[in-house]
């Protein structure tokens, strides 16, 4: 990882809207090395609010920072070496290989017409090691599965070497191993000093971040570290009561409330 390019990205009280409709309004955070989870009911803005973090939406005020500076006004090759980026529903062409399609993540260091050297191909094949998808490198992305192609998009993101990942349900049809080894691997990233920053819907995983962000109605309902009481409680009160938040082996997870009863 370039050890000159920043680790922090903030938002200053940002606002989208989408179709005529406000999705954020007047978010600030700032987001640290660690890994942060954003959580929230359906609907709540995650995956805009990280859209717009990487520069992806038009804001209607507001702004994004990058060490300090607009992002609007870092130059676009700056910004891919500095923030690696996951789509929810990520695309890319069927015919290339796995190890095509990881090498893309290189682009940001060489440009379209470079040529990639020894330390590309070594990026290229320690994501691909870490997200244990070496074992399909040249076969077609199209031939696939979900869950093996996922983890392909995840490898391209990580091949970047950018100190800032954001990822939007980077969990999305993998199965209950494959979940637990990108945990592992997101806390790996994020003890090495890199700001992780992912949406999830499964909020046991999300439970296992350093910090939450919980989301609603487009605004920050509460910000802290996974074992805050009182973000406990806010969180619970989100989700309209539907979970509780217990202490297990490994921190803290969220289970279902069957009874009905709130909180």
């Known amino acids: 990882m370039t050890g000159t390019l920043c680790h922090r990205l903030a938002a200053d009280q940002l606002r989208v809207s ?20 954003i959580v929230g009911p359906n609907g709540a803005g995650k995956s805009t609010l990280l859209r ?4 992806l939406l038009p804001l209607e005020a507001g702004q994004v920072l990058m060490d300090g500076r607009a992002l609007a006004r870092c130059h676009l090759a700056e ?4 923030t690696a980026w996951l789509a929810q529903q990520g695309e890319a062409a069927g015919d290339l290989t796995a190890r095509d399609i990881v090498m893309l993540g290189r ?19 320690r994501a691909m ?16 599965s979900g869950g093996e192609r996922q983890r392909v998009l995840l490898a391209r993101a990580l091949a970047v070497d950018a100190p800032v990942l954001l990822l939007d349900e980077p ?10 080894a990108l945990v592992r691997l997101l806390r790996r990233l994020a003890g090495e000093g890199r700001t992780v920053v992912s949406v999830l819907h499964d909020l046991p995983l999300a439970l296992l971040a350093d910090r939450l962000v919980v989301m609603a ?5 509460a910000e802290g570290a996974c074992g805050d009481a009182a973000l406990h409680d806010r969180l619970v009160a989100v989700f309209g009561g539907a979970i509780r938040i217990v202490r297990s082996d490994d921190g ?3 289970l279902p409330r069957l009874s009905g009863r709130t909180p």
């Open 18 to 37: 989408l179709g005529g409709r406000t999705v954020i309004d007047g978010v600030s955070l700032a987001l640290e090395p660690g890994w942060t989870c």
């Open 171 to 180: 969990t999305t049809h993998l199965d209950p191993p494959h979940q637990v």
């Open 217 to 221: 109605q487009g605004r920050v309902a």
């Open 52 to 55: 717009a973090m990487a520069g």
């Open 107 to 125: 682009l940001p260091h060489l440009g379209l017409f470079g040529t990639p050297g020894p330390a590309d191909q070594a990026a290229v094949s």
């Open 129 to 144: 090691a870490d997200t244990e998808c070496t074992g399909w490198a040249e076969r077609r992305l199209g031939d696939l």
């Open 252 to 254: 803290w997870v969220a």
């Open 79 to 82: 910004r891919a070496r500095h």
